[in-house]
């Protein structure tokens, strides 16, 4: 971590409070699809991935109804024929993918990138309150995943608040050995509690994200709205110029020299092609993708990119 860093606690961890009261910014939020190609019921458009529909009541048989949508066991027990009719499923349950992984509490400037993560999450999650949307998800590092089911109101918000708030990542993210296979099983734990026609949104800076990992978005976006937010830090983009900087991560210090102009050129071209790969991927499989820097305002940012103003 960068000595520009705000020392605040604001900037490396969140608290319930700090996170309830984004409720306010999130009033002017409002979750929308970009991918337009069709209406369907409620307030949500989707190219492909319908909700279904669940059973409402039955009616005796009238001349057109479809055989198939006959209440067999209502006939049974009255002797006459009954039709099932349905309604549209109108409400879209929201899943949220946060990663809160070692290489996530890291920041040169504004908050780590965790911190940024979480915020984000939140936001959306009070949004989809406001839906009437049920929010639920997955919130992982390393050593523990949290699961929750979607719940709906304000209770499910705070549910989904007091997970992210507790999770033992904000006290030991300084001695867990990094672990390439928890993303690929965080993804695979929100596929087990996923039901087709949800909103899902992967909040992280995808760091080891293979083709294993690729397999099970692929799956998830198969059924389901899915989008990337990528959280990065300035100093991840682009190196600061030519000089000689002192770094820290609260323990120790180093020296990071950037006088070199070919070390800085391959540096940026690196992340410039980790970003490549990423949108590749979204374009792949019809995913939404949006980007967030550390110093920048998430709201803001979610509101230009992914929500509208209602």
């Not at 109108?90 to 946060?98: K, S």
């Not at 050129?265 to 970003?275: A, I, K, L, S």
């Amino acid at each position: 971590m960068a000595s520009s860093l705000a020392s605040t606690a604001e900037a490396v961890g969140v608290t319930v409070g700090q996170l309830v009261g984004l409720n306010r910014a999130a009033t002017a939020l409002t979750l929308s699809s970009k991918n337009v190609r069709a209406q369907i019921a409620g307030d949500y458009l989707s190219p492909f991935k319908g909700r279904g529909m669940e059973f409402d009541e039955s009616r005796p048989y009238q001349a057109g109804d479809e055989a198939r949508n006959l209440h067999w066991r209502v006939m049974a027990r009255t002797g006459r024929p009954f039709t099932k009719l349905f309604r549209e499923e109108r409400e879209q349950p929201v899943f949220l993918w946060l990663d809160l992984r070692q290489r996530m509490h890291f920041a040169t400037r504004g908050v780590y990138k965790s911190v940024q993560a979480a915020r984000a999450a939140t936001l959306i999650a009070w949004a989809a309150s406001r839906r009437g949307d049920r929010v639920g998800g997955v919130v992982f590092s390393e050593t523990h995943h949290h699961e929750l089911k979607p719940a709906r109101g304000k209770s499910g918000v705070l549910q989904f608040i007091n997970r992210v708030v507790s999770h033992p990542a904000w006290i030991n993210k300084e001695s867990i050995a990094p672990d390439p296979r928890a993303a690929r099983d965080a993804l695979i734990r929100l596929r087990r509690i996923v039901r087709p026609g949800s909103l899902v949104f992967l909040l992280s800076d995808f760091g080891g994200f293979d083709a294993v990992a690729e397999g099970h978005l692929a799956q998830l976006a198969r059924h389901n709205e899915i989008t990337q937010l990528f959280v990065y830090d300035p100093f991840e983009r682009r190196l600061p110029p030519p000089g000689a900087y002192r770094l820290s991560d609260g323990h120790d210090e180093f020296l990071l020299d950037t006088t070199d102009a070919r070390y800085r050129d391959g540096y940026t071209h690196r992340f410039d092609e980790r970003v490549d790969y990423l949108r590749s991927l979204a374009r792949r499989h019809r995913i939404a993708f949006l980007d967030c820097s550390t110093d920048e305002d998430p709201a803001q940012t979610l509101q230009k990119s992914l929500l509208v103003r209602s």
